[in-house]
């Protein structure tokens, strides 16, 4: 199930805030809870992925305090990964956090659009879900990341980002040779 965080105030047209419903929160943020779901399931299965994942899209403030809390890191991330235990895993995967702010901000700097940017932040977090790790596993998930981006028709992804590996050509998705 993927979920707005609860408090979902936008700006007006007049430059004041305004409460709004679940319904017209996805609306203003131009995404569909279905179409993410459906991609979310798209690459559980391509993946791998057994289980449930419930996501919370939310503010980097949200993000920033979880990732204090649960890693020590006093810092906004895009995306946060949490596994279930194994003994429930084949029921429930695990939860995803993914900062709408954050992903709005990459989106823009890579040229693409927030949806795009919200599925590539998925498909790191279901990996993530799997147990890889990118910082510890010597280009394992990068190489996973790189092929199931390619698979999924996804823009360059955030280890092909922060290694420099990205190649784009005439807006098709990326795909990385290793």
Same mark, same amino acid.
């Given at each position: 199930? !993927? ?19 679940? #319904? ?19 690459? +559980?299965?391509? #993946?791998?992925? +057994? ?34 235990? #194994? ?12 900062? !709408?702010?954050?992903?709005?901000? +990459? ?12 599925? !590539? ?38 280890? #092909? ?18």
């Amino acid at each position: 199930m !993927i979920t707005l965080e609860p408090r979902r105030e936008f700006a007006t047209k007049d430059g004041k805030r305004a409460v709004v419903s679940d #319904a017209t929160a996805w609306k203003t943020l131009g995404l569909s809870r279905a179409g993410l779901t459906r991609y979310l399931r798209a690459a +559980q299965k391509a #993946a791998g992925l +057994q289980g449930e994942v419930d996501v919370l899209l939310a503010g980097d403030r949200t993000l920033r305090r979880l990732n204090r809390e649960f890693r020590g890191k006093d810092k906004a991330t895009d995306v946060l990964s949490f596994p279930s235990p #194994a003994e429930v895993a084949g029921e429930h995967a695990g939860d995803l956090a993914i900062s !709408i702010e954050t992903a709005r901000r +990459q989106a823009r700097e890579h040229g693409h659009t927030l949806r795009d940017e919200l599925r !590539i932040l998925l498909l790191h977090g279901v990996l993530h879900l799997l147990g890889m790790d990118h910082e510890t596993d010597g280009g394992t998930m990068a190489l996973r990341e790189s092929r199931l981006r390619a698979r999924l028709r996804l823009p360059d992804g955030l280890i #092909a980002r922060a290694s420099g590996a990205t190649t784009k050509a005439k807006g098709r998705p990326s795909r990385v040779r290793t």
